[in-house]
């Protein structure tokens, strides 16, 4: 578009310039110019033959002979020359009323004549047209490349289609759970008749769910890639815009074209941008937003998956999606994806480390084991950067020291982000857990444990114990309650019985446990001094997330400094039992936490070994 005006700029000066080139012929003057007071000498002096009054020039022949003396000889010579033998001459009119009348008695011949003046018309419009002309491409182009205000009205939908990703499941190392989950997926891309045939459902929505950079949208390529069908892929933020109404005319312009293209995968990235629940926003809603959100949720609803299109979608925040997304036919697979542990950090790296000349002294293993809480971006980006030192340093190959440099670089930029913990916080954070998960193995109705892991969860958690409980529970004992609360002082008890000292890290376990206590004491009566009594406690506003207008309490206060003595009660009583069961259990604690600190994760099965070590008595 823009070549195009510069051409037709260019054709307009062309055909400019070959008009000036030809009236310049047309009214070549072949006469010379004279002034006016002149021109009336030499009527009067009868030198004039005749002439050709125009309507702003007057033109004429004069007669050669006797010039001199009524024009300077110089001028006679150019009137000569310039008529070609004739003397012609050429002069501007001058409003002159009597000349007609003075033309007569000298006896000169005269006409008049109608001037060509059409290209002076054409230029008295042309020439402001032009001008116009590029100025208005001159603003067009400013304000285009300013705010794209002139595509308004298009639907640019930012729709990305690849038809073939490039991107196999060998490139995504590190987490086999997920990828064994989406094998179904590519399996039903690859032939969907098989499936048709049988009457199986395939799921429509696949939500993967994990920390920024642990490879969301590469396995969501991957699928495609494995599958050999396209990939259709949105951000979330490119669905919301300004305009009401551009946002849900994308999403059906993408359900659309993908239709057209089945099988294949539509792959909304950042679904939260998007799918935020509706009414979250306590400053009134974003109309646009839930127009797209009920746009897709429409969509989504309306096709079938036998079509063959599977819609893939990517967060890190599902708590906040709309719950509405998340129903049956919706997005109702969802596959978690983790930081990834030892053994997955040290695979990712090698899946990075084929791109690069690696010296054969550098163990991937090694540099794995230094870079906890590194997620598989910022393991490719280590990789990158330690080539990138490499070469700075003319390296024919990169070496270990490189990437020792590269991961104290990065480290440092993590560690503000706290996904990175230094060796020391790694041993708390493993004592804390292992004391958990021995607590709840040695309690009779806890839930057992599947899986300890030290590897850092978002800002907040830096390890975490898994625990699964045996069946559905809708009912929870005293008994249980009490086992419950020991587990949860069975992190802080670790800490005190090992380094006597304790962290901060236990902060969140502390007011668990006294939540529990409190509930324990305040609304399930299960307080002996206080008996079969419940008590109101503050509530919250659900969605505003904020206390309601405070109520007057309903007891006395002597009543509340008996429930506070219940709940500590209840505590220091937790406190001393757990205390007891980890100091039994030293060995296997010091155990646990050496595994931790060597695997990062635990599993059941090698709990299950460290859990035969004989308690001390
Ligand atoms: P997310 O979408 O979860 O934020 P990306 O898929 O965009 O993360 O990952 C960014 C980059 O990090 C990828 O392009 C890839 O180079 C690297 N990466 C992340 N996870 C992995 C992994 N599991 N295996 C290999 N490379 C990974
Ligand atoms: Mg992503
Ligand atoms: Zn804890």
Redesign the pocket.
Known sequence: MEKKQRFSLWYFMATFLILLIIESFLSSPHSETISYSDFKRLVKAGKVVDLTIGERTITGRLKPEGLEGLLPQEKIEEIRKAGKGEHRFFTLRVDDPSLAQELEAANVRFSGRVENTWFSTLLSWILPALIFFALWAFFIKRMGAASGVMELGKNKAKVYMEKQTGVTFD?????DEAKEELMEVVTFLRSPERYRRLGGKIPKGVLLV?P????????AKAVAGEAEVPFFSMSGSDFVEMFVGVGAARVRDLFAQAQKKAPCIIFI?ELDALGKARGLNPMGGHDEREQTLNQLLVEMDGFDTNTGVIIMA?TNRPEILDPALLRPGRFDRHVA?DR?DLQGREK?LR??ARQIRLAPAVDLSAIAARTPGF???DL?NLVNEAALLAARKGKEAVEMTDFDEAIDRLVAGLEKKTRVMNLKEKEIVAYHEAGHALVAESRPHADRVTKVSIIPRGVAALGYTQQQPTEDRYLLTKAELLDRLDVLLGGRVAEELVFEDISTGAQNDLQRATDLARHMVMQYGMSEHLGLVTFEEPRTAAFLNMPMSPRPREYSEQTAQTIDAEIRKLLTDAHARVKETLTSKRQALEALAKLLLEREVVDRAMLKQVLAIPTAT
């Open positions: 490139d995504v190392a590190g987490i994990g920024p950079g642990t490879g969301k949208t590469l396995l990235d990517a994806i990834p990712i899946v990075h997620v598989g971006a490719a």
